[in-house]
């Protein structure tokens, strides 16, 4: 796989500034895939606010509570796109995101998740579905590159 990970807590996209010193960060490291925790998105930010130059951005906003949210960019060339899972209707309070994108030998899926401080649900409960989905994936297809950050 030749795809380069940043992973960042952002402790905010949102703010003034923060989503240009993001893609700056971004340009000179040449990551191909970024996977960001505490977004701070919300449904009343549109894609404008969340998009970077030459990369699609998959967003998990939060609900009903402050902060936090997850994305993952991705280059526009890797063509990816988001994962939804049939099996599993996870707690809307646990914050991840999948992705699924070819590369030149691999199907690759990456999961962004975030587990914060004061979690709404218990924490084995996040590592079980976690696992459920990792083990959906396999058996669907047992020789994919599975990234988590």
């Keep these: 796989m030749l795809a380069f990970f940043l992973l960042i ?8 500034n923060a989503k240009q010193q993001l893609a700056t960060d971004v340009d000179k490291c040449g990551a191909a895939i970024i996977l960001v925790t505490e977004t701070h998105f919300k449904s009343k930010h549109d894609h404008l606010v969340s998009s970077i130059t030459g990369f699609d951005c998959f967003r998990r906003d939060r609900l009903k509570r402050k902060g936090c949210g997850v994305c993952i960019y991705t280059k526009h ?18 914050e991840f995101i999948w992705v699924k994108f070819r590369d030149a030998i691999d199907v690759v899926y990456v999961c962004c998740v975030y587990h914060p401080p004061k979690p709404l649900y218990q924490s084995s409960d996040l590592l079980r579905i976690i696992g459920i989905l990792i083990d959906e994936i396999l058996a669907y297809d047992a020789t994919a590159v599975i990234v988590l950050g």
């Design 77 to 94: 060339q890797l063509v990816a796109q988001c994962v939804f899972f049939d099996s599993s209707s996870p707690d809307t309070n646990m």
């Design 9 to 16: 807590n952002a402790s905010s996209l949102a703010k003034t």
